[in-house]
């Protein structure tokens, strides 16, 4: 404020004038930027998807290839599909592998991850073994277990759980493992059992780490999804994708592919959710917020 701003306001002061109230187009924005800081994370998600979708649409409209259909197509596409009901009917059968695989990876990486982050030795023993299953070319080993369980859901199920196991289990390690000793230390001089620290002390304090791994894992798991049935069988989603390339049908493949995308997004967020139901005091944002 600079000293003649100063003088007016102090003069009005004296004189019993209130001071000459800001422009209502300064009020408008001033009540408009806490609606937007309030709102940033939707904001933001909100001008993202508006600049991959038009960059999506002009990439179609140049076009970049022959088999690149422009957003619009594509939305048509899933449009069509959903109102047929075939889309439907495809996730009836990609959901199956996906949910199982994805419990039973959740289940037995987060108690394997707490074991390897608790026990020493069961860190030494078993922590080399999911870092060579996080590096190697999993896909590789599809024929494999085609060839012991056959091509059936079991198959698929134990593609997801290899593609999402070793995020979740190194990813609970880690948060476990680095859990702050003062933490441990302050709960064993309240003479909490083991149990109590595990439970009240080092799980919270775990948890972000412990649902990021899980967040990674069910990425994971959606692309061993897909990947299984591109690769064992045929159906669900993947069918959608195969035969949409077959017959040079791309609006329908992308469209397969854009659903995809948005399901995992869906299932995310909900992973955010149930964290921030479980675990209130431990917010600490996302990178989308």
Not at 71 to 86: P, Q, R, Y
Not at 134 to 142: E, R, V, W
Not at 239 to 263: E, G, N, P
Not at 272 to 277: A, F, G, K, N, W
């Amino acid at each position: 404020m600079t000293d003649q701003s100063q003088r007016t306001l102090a003069t009005a002061a004296s004189q019993g004038r209130p001071p000459l109230t800001k422009p209502a187009r300064r009020d408008f924005f001033g009540r408009l930027t806490p609606a937007l800081v309030k709102h940033r994370p939707l904001v933001l998600k909100l001008v993202s998807a508006a600049v991959v979708f038009g960059a999506w649409e002009i990439a179609g409209r140049i076009p970049v290839s022959y088999a690149f259909p422009t957003f619009i197509e594509s939305m048509a596409a899933l449009w069509s599909m959903t109102v047929d009901g075939s889309l439907f009917v495809a996730y009836g059968e990609t959901l199956k592998p996906l949910v199982v695989g994805i419990l039973i990876s959740t289940f037995i990486g987060v108690a394997v991850g707490m074991w390897i982050g608790l026990a020493k030795w069961a860190d030494w023993l078993f922590s080399p073994i999911f870092i060579v299953m996080q590096a190697a070319p999993l896909a590789a080993l599809i024929p494999l277990l085609v060839m012991i369980y056959g091509i059936g859901l079991t198959s698929k199920v134990f593609v997801v759980c290899i593609m999402a196991m070793p995020v979740i289990v190194l990813n609970t390690a880690g948060a476990v493992r680095n859990t702050p000793s003062s933490f441990i230390e302050m709960g064993q001089s309240f003479l909490a059992s083991r149990a109590e620290v595990i439970g009240k002390i080092i799980l919270p304090a775990a948890s972000p780490v412990i649902f990021s791994g899980l967040r990674l894992g069910v990425s994971a798991g959606f692309i061993g999804a897909i990947l299984a049935e591109l690769k064992i069988t045929p159906t669900g989603v993947g069918d959608i994708i195969s035969y949409s390339r077959s017959v040079a049908d791309y609006a329908s493949m992308y469209a397969a592919i854009f659903s995809i995308i948005v399901l995992a997004v869906v299932f995310l967020n909900l992973l955010e959710r149930i964290e921030l139901t479980l675990f209130e005091g431990n917010a600490r944002g996302y990178a989308s917020d």
